[in-house]
């Protein structure tokens, strides 16, 4: 990847300047779409929730201080899209879960399905967890600070989340 | 370290799992995995769900999204310049009708006392203009010095102020109270004609002013 001055970057889009943002955008587009994706379980509203994210930031960046890395912000404000957009919504049903349609299927892709579906299923806090630690390997201090609480509430959400999706998962494989 | 029991092998097996337990802690979970059928069970069922976890693959963004965020930023932006107009333009007609109406109040309490000096018995000559009127016509000219009217519209007012031939103060006819309203009536009509056209002009002045900002920024 390109070696890019990532603070020039960030006061150019502060500034306005397109090619500053399409530089933001292109960077972390997909970090923001696989949590958006997980979160979500289907592509067509991980798309808008991801367009959502951009839109917030850019409209914010003004406001973006560096006091935490630009990841992480992006981060932050992807799981309160999110988590905003799953309050008004229900859990995700199996027919919901879109995975690799039209693909030749294995056993991998049953194994990707049933996690979709587990994660689903979990309240959104326990979904936003397992999604920065497991699939985005973030720290317990960087999941604290994307969700702006401490790492013993990290702990504690952790664990009884990853309990969770364990029983969910032993129940789809009875 | 004391000998850990099957129910704080369970609670901490993803610690173990994920390779966040200290080194001591874990081969004390090795060793209790090696000699506990129950508890290796639920190691392997956990093991399982994080294989499971990291089985999921890392999708690509659809670049696309990128043009949908960049036309609704732009389409904000829009929207944020579209309304400095209407907000100024609202301010400038709000100016000038409170400009008019603290006239009009003003006025009527004035022009009553013009027509109520002069005694009944009093025969008044002939005068080009109503006396009540007569006070009335410099601040109309005042109004139009300040903001300029089309000639055509100022003629229409002007020619309203014109001596009515059967006006009965023309005649010398003492002002009756119901003279004295239709007087006050026909002022307020003016000043109302007048302020709409003031505020036609304010709302055409901002109107071009916009438009020779817009030609600016090039929007």
């Given amino acids: 990847m390109e070696d890019l001055n990532w603070e020039e970057i960030i006061e150019r889009a502060k500034e306005g300047e397109e090619e500053a943002m399409e530089k933001i955008f292109m960077n972390f587009k997909d970090m923001v779409f ?66 690799k349609i039209g693909d030749e299927r294995d056993e991998d892709d049953d194994l990707v399905e049933q996690v979709q579906m587990v994660l689903g299923q979990l309240p959104p806090l326990y979904r936003t967890v397992l999604v920065l630690r497991h699939f985005e390997e973030l720290s317990y ?34 | 370290m004391k000998k850990l029991d099957c ?31 129950r508890c290796f069970s639920s190691y392997e069922e956990w093991r399982r769900c994080f294989s499971a976890l990291q089985s999921v693959p890392r999708l690509q963004a659809p670049a696309t999204i990128w043009f949908k965020v960049k036309r609704e930023l732009s389409h904000r932006r829009e929207r944020k310049i579209a309304w400095f107009p209407a907000l100024a333009s609202l301010i400038g007609v709000s100016l000038v009708f409170i400009f008019i109406f603290l006239n009009l109040y003003r006025q009527p309490k004035s022009a009553p006392p013009a027509l109520s000096q002069q005694p009944h018995y009093q025969v008044n000559l002939p005068s080009p203009t109503p006396p009540g009127i007569a006070k009335a016509v410099p601040v109309a000219p005042k109004i139009a010095k300040t903001i300029p009217t089309p000639q055509a519209k100022r003629e229409i007012v002007l020619a309203k102020k014109q001596p009515q031939p059967f006006s009965p103060s023309s005649r010398g006819i003492p002002a009756s109270p119901k003279l004295k309203e239709t007087i006050v009536e026909e002022k307020i009509a003016e000043r109302l004609e007048m302020a709409l056209l003031s505020a036609q002009q304010a709302e055409s002045s901002l109107e071009r002013a916009f438009k020779a900002l817009s030609g600016e920024t090039g929007l």
Avoid at chain 1, 67 to 78: F, G, K, N, Q
Wanted: aromatic residues 8%; glycine residues 4%; proline residues 2%.
């Fill in chain 1, 141 to 174: 201090e960087e999941i604290a600070t994307v969700m702006k609480t401490s790492v013993g509430s990290v702990k504690i959400a952790l664990h009884r989340a990853r309990k969770k999706f364990k029983e969910k998962m032993e129940e789809l494989n009875k």
């Fill in chain 1, 34 to 99: 696989n949590v958006c994706y997980r979160m979500s379980g289907r592509r067509e509203d991980a798309e808008d929730w991801t367009q959502e994210t951009f839109l917030r930031a850019f409209s914010a960046l003004k406001g973006f201080r560096g006091d935490s890395s630009l990841a992480t912000w992006l981060y932050r404000i992807a799981v309160n899209v999110c988590l905003s957009y799953l309050r008004k919504k229900k859990t995700v049903s199996l027919d919901e879960v879109e995975y």
């Fill in chain 2, 7 to 37: 129910e704080k092998i369970e609670d901490i097996l993803p610690l173990y799992l994920e390779g966040s337990l200290p080194e001591r802690e874990a081969r004390e979970v090795e060793k209790h995995l090696a000699s506990c059928k």
